[in-house]
């Protein structure tokens, strides 16, 4: 009998050890270095800063069917939404099938100029506080995306000579998403997760892609230039905030029709996986995803739904962000302004905001805090204890005619108390200062136009073959409405950085 027991303690003891590993053998060609849990990410494979990979994605035609089911279900028929004006429309074709003919786009890339005619709905009136309007000065509102994310279904991607197996796929995004779609492209934002379908397929049990878990594939929407998401991540990380690593991607999907090209895309790095993992000496701590009036960080506006947990979701937790809410909001910002300060940064990494916010006023961003309460995740960084600031969806950066809102003015001036963590922290001498100081520095270190203007033109003629001509987009995959729209991005971006330049040089000698 103690026989036996201790022959099952053992059998036991060799299952916890080896896990699903020992006992179900995993998918031939699985390697620890590229599929397996432990190996560190390889950035320089995955994220290569001097050439364009290709990923093959396929998917069998039934799920293929259910993805677009359900796409139909959440936005309407593929090609057939209302657009605001400034698009053709797009073609009208079933969903499922292998799209054609023209895609259109939602309004030109470069010429945004039609303040009237917004592809986002204004927020119906009483949605936001008095004093907190989104556009600073009673501008247009914007929705803040929608809690219906598409279905996951699985895939097989293989990718130089390898592949791997029961991947998780889903579309992502919000307008980029639902635009694409109304408009008749398939070049639609998607996601991937190698580990979403381990429960039912053991085999594949904490699956990684060469140290990545997931990763998110940005279609580039209203960029005609396909640089803006990739550069500006560049920007703020060589500034010294922490932002995701980009690459350019050649994307291919097989749903029953054989590899079909859907477009030249930018691989995102997904914050909740590898970023706080990378960028941080701990990647315990909780990050939120913030979206809606919440994010605004208004007084009252805090809920929970509005600061979406990526991270520790069992623990129902919110105790950081609120008391971010409660020292941003106290009274001692007016009657003591050096307790204030203290006390906001014992909660909040104000130096990381005010070098994220120097960053993205220089580069004009619109499409983020202090215009639109979203793209920016926190990470409350155990190390540290404070809430960090980390940059997402860059797309709408690098340009000055944004149309749908002004950019913010250099002196911040147009924002007002809707957007506290803006308007409080340039109301107070010191962090004002440190703000200005921040865009020097920045100039000098990541907004250089001699050396901006290097890496657009290098970064254009890399990926030039992938979006023009034989090899290159194509209708029905592609957001461009013609080749000479890209062809011709690369001077707008670095007219753009010479303004921008000239700009910010001179408000600093205003302010000196």
Do not use: C
């Amino acid at each position: 009998m103690k026989i036996l027991i201790l022959l099952l303690i053992a059998a036991a003891s060799a299952f916890g050890e080896a896990g699903v590993a020992g006992d179900i053998p995993h998918p031939d060609g699985w390697t620890e270095s590229s599929h397996g849990r432990t190996a560190e990410p390889d950035y320089d494979l995955v994220f290569p800063q001097d050439s364009v990979n290709r990923i093959d994605i396929v998917i069998a035609p039934a799920d293929w069917q259910l993805m677009m089911d359900d796409m139909t279900e959440l936005f309407g028929t593929f090609g057939e939404t209302e657009m605001p004006s400034g698009g053709d429309g797009g073609s009208h074709r079933p969903p499922g099938g292998p799209p054609g003919g023209s895609p259109g786009v939602p309004f030109p890339h470069t010429g945004m100029t039609r303040p009237d005619s917004l592809p986002f709905p204004r927020p119906p009136d009483g949605l936001f506080p008095a004093g907190a309007s989104p556009g600073g000065g009673g501008g247009h509102g914007l929705t803040f995306g929608d809690d219906r994310n598409p279905i996951w279904a699985e895939a097989a991607i293989r990718f130089m000579g390898n592949e791997w197996h029961h991947v998780g796929i889903r579309f992502k995004g919000n307008s980029s998403l639902t635009f694409t779609w109304g408009e008749g492209s398939m070049k639609l934002p998607f996601k991937l997760d190698f580990d979403e379908f381990e429960n039912e397929y053991p085999e594949v049990d904490n699956q990684r892609f060469y140290g990545f878990r997931q990763l998110t594939f940005s279609s580039n929407f209203m960029d005609a230039s396909l640089l803006r998401e990739k550069v500006t991540a560049d920007i703020f990380r060589s500034a010294g905030v922490p932002a995701p690593h980009t690459a350019f991607y050649r994307v291919y999907i097989d749903h029953g029709f054989g590899p079909v090209y859907f477009g030249l895309y930018t691989m995102v790095e997904v914050v909740d996986d590898t970023v706080i993992e990378e960028q941080f000496s701990d990647d315990g701590g909780n990050v939120y995803k913030p979206e809606g009036l919440g994010a605004t960080f208004a007084e009252d506006s805090f809920s929970e739904d509005a600061f979406d947990k990526q991270t520790n979701q069992a623990e129902q937790d919110w105790s950081d962000v609120m008391n971010l809410f409660e020292v941003l909001h106290s009274d001692l910002r007016t009657s003591n302004p050096p307790l204030w300060r203290e006390d906001l940064e014992s909660v909040f990494d104000v130096d990381g905001f005010l070098l994220w916010l120097a960053v993205n006023v220089i580069v004009e961003n619109w499409d983020t805090y202090g215009r639109s309460p979203h793209n920016y995740f926190l990470y409350n960084a155990p190390a540290t204890g404070l809430l960090t600031w980390i940059p997402w969806d860059n797309n709408m950066a690098l340009r000055s005619d944004a149309g749908l809102f002004p950019v913010l003015a250099l002196d911040l001036e147009d924002v007002d108390n809707g957007w506290p963590l803006i308007r409080f922290l340039m109301d107070d001498q010191v962090y004002r200062n440190k703000y200005q100081e921040n865009l020097e520095l920045v100039l000098e270190i990541a907004f250089a136009p001699d050396i901006m203007t290097e890496t657009y033109q290098r970064f254009h003629g890399l990926i030039s073959p992938f979006v023009t001509g034989d090899s290159g987009e194509h209708p029905g995959y592609t957001l461009l409405t013609d080749e000479d729209e890209f062809n011709a991005s690369v001077d707008v971006l670095v007219e753009h950085i010479q303004g921008r330049y000239s700009d910010v040089m001179a408000f600093l000698e205003k302010v000196r």
